[in-house]
């Protein structure tokens, strides 16, 4: 694991992403047309402050935010939509957020941009339900960003993340600062640690998820165990899953796959938050 380029993207990579992207739209597409949606909802002045609400009824017995990959400079959440249905099922509302991207952003920023957005979705849901934290790849490292805030210290006592379900996460992020994706990212030694929720944990904190494929590179394997270790360490729940025969992005075929180990990990990790 000394070749962080290899690691973090050439290794990642796989010749099926392109098609696998394709069906990702298409489904996403279906999505949005069998709703009942609300796309593009505003919670900030920037132009990519924007969510959509999959609605779940009445019934509903929680909030999940969802954040998009892209290692925080690319991507949207529109090409991600298709996760949003077997959510619902599960009896959650499900906001899909967009954030502004690097680097026309500090990381920092971007991270504070989506804190932002947790109180808006949770309005717009109109109802007092928990809030799970979830998002895939930097979006995983955002939800764990959402588990760590201290809500009622910034004056919003009504936010409080029940549970994070994170998606081959990044947590360390001091070997990032040591590829390309550094370019717009912009991280030197002190605000990758600062950026990163591994040296952070803290105690009381929400049950998490944190999945990976089992196909990934052991850097990113890594990345998920190690913060399994520190949040239990802190005397938390936490539950470490690698999905057998998955990659990077496969891994989202088998989030919403009926009957998956992963799905069944997902409500595992819904019992432990909401009841």
């Keep these: 694991m000394d070749d962080p380029e290899y690691e973090y993207l050439k290794g990642q990579a796989r010749p099926g992403f392109p098609a696998l992207f394709a069906e990702f739209e298409q489904r996403s597409a279906e999505a949005v047309r069998e709703g009942p949606c609300t796309l593009d909802l505003h919670y900030g002045v920037g132009e990519r402050c924007t ?5 779940a009824g009445p019934r509903a017995r929680g909030v999940l935010v969802y954040l998009h990959p892209g290692y925080w400079q690319w991507r949207d959440k529109a090409g991600f939509r298709f996760v949003a249905p ?4 599960r009896g959650l509302h499900v906001a899909m957020v967009n954030y502004p991207l690097c680097p ?13 957005a947790m109180p808006a979705v949770l309005a717009h849901a109109d109802a007092a339900l928990p809030l799970i934290a979830a998002g895939h790849s930097a979006g995983g490292h ?4 959402m588990g760590l805030t201290d809500w009622a210290a910034r004056g919003l006592p009504t936010v409080e993340v029940a549970g994070v379900l994170a998606l081959s996460g990044l947590y360390d992020l001091v070997p990032l600062a040591r590829t390309s ?11 990758a ?7 952070r944990a803290v105690s009381n904190g929400p049950p998490l998820l944190l999945a990976a494929g089992a196909d990934e590179t052991p850097a990113m394997r ?9 949040w239990l360490a802190m005397g938390n729940h936490s539950t470490l899953h690698f999905e057998p025969g998955t990659d990077h992005f496969s ?8 009957g998956s180990a992963l799905g069944r990990q997902v409500d595992l990790l819904l019992e432990h938050a909401l009841s």
């Excluded at 994706?181 to 605000?191: G, I, T, V």
């Excluded at 891994?251 to 009926?258: D, I, N, T």
């Design 51 to 55: 969510f959509d609400f999959f609605d």
């Design 142 to 145: 955002l939800a764990m960003e």
């Design 222 to 230: 890594e990345q998920s165990r190690r913060m399994h270790e520190v």
């Design 86 to 89: 077997s959510l619902v099922q």
């Design 193 to 199: 640690m600062a950026a990163s929720p591994l040296y």
């Design 104 to 116: 026309s952003v500090s990381l920092a920023a971007l991270t504070e941009t989506v804190r932002s």
């Design 181 to 191: 994706l550094n370019e717009n990212l912009r991280l030197d030694a002190d605000s």
């Design 251 to 258: 891994l989202l075929q088998r989030l919403v796959a009926p």
